[in-house]
């Protein structure tokens, strides 16, 4: 899952950002309105988590400009300001949850997770697709009830396959959706192509169906065979 976090404060940036990435997001920071609006034009997010006041413009704006370029991004804005008008104008515009400064990361992390599980499966505390059941509170995968052990990666990319069934993704979407901006630490897609290998013969070592189809020339599908 992609995070952004927009934030001006440097040190609580970097504390966002480390705790997040221990839970295996995928997450990146900019401190400035103007940065945050090329990323959003770029790179498509799971959630965007953005305080109101930046140097250079308002969150607001932010978020409105990305509610007209992607709806289903979610947006968890976290600001100083604690008045019911600023709360209700977040609603309004489209953000998904308010929370004021200071805070436990751990309530952030949570509900960054309750955001994600709304928006993409419904608020279901497990996700089920035929034989496969994902429980994305402890990260924990079974097949036909037997536990499978996935990388960090696999699991992203069946988190990423599951919410977007029947829908061919290219190779380039799913290597921005696994490293982010970072995509060039991949040289080539061949990384992609063994991270799909290792998800697909998991799941069929488990007596999963194979689901997972390859569509020539542009990239992967994950759908009923």
């Excluded at 950002?17 to 920071?29: F, L």
């Excluded at 034009?41 to 990305?66: K, M, W």
């Excluded at 608020?123 to 035929?130: A, L, M, S, T």
């Excluded at 190779?171 to 696994?178: G, R, T, V, Y």
Aim: proline share 2%.
């Amino acid at each position: 899952m992609k995070v952004l976090v927009v934030e001006d404060e440097l040190g609580l940036a970097e504390s966002i950002t480390d705790y997040m990435v221990q839970d295996g997001y995928i997450c990146e920071t900019v401190a400035t309105y103007r940065e945050a609006e090329e990323k959003i034009h770029l790179y498509t997010y799971d959630c965007v988590i953005v305080d109101l006041t930046l140097p250079d413009g308002s969150g607001f704006q932010l978020i409105d400009t990305l509610k007209r370029l992607i709806a289903t991004t979610g947006v968890i804005i976290i600001s100083a300001r604690n008045a019911l008008e600023d709360k209700l104008k977040g609603l309004e515009i489209g953000s998904d949850d308010y929370l004021t400064k200071p805070f436990h990361l751990s309530e952030l992390n949570a509900r960054v997770k309750s955001l994600l599980r709304r928006r993409q499966f419904g608020g279901h505390n497990e996700i089920r697709f035929q034989e496969i059941t994902v429980v994305p509170h402890n990260r924990k995968v079974f097949v036909n009830g037997q536990s499978t052990t996935l990388s960090r990666k696999e699991y992203d990319l069946l988190l990423y396959f599951l919410s977007n069934v029947d829908v061919v993704l290219t190779k380039a979407s799913i290597a921005e959706h696994l490293w982010g901006d970072n995509i060039d630490s991949a040289d080539s897609f061949d990384i992609v192509y063994s991270h799909i290998k290792n998800l697909r013969r998991k799941l069929l070592d488990k007596g999963a169906a194979d689901y997972v189809q390859s569509i020539y020339g542009i990239g992967y599908k994950f759908s009923q065979p």
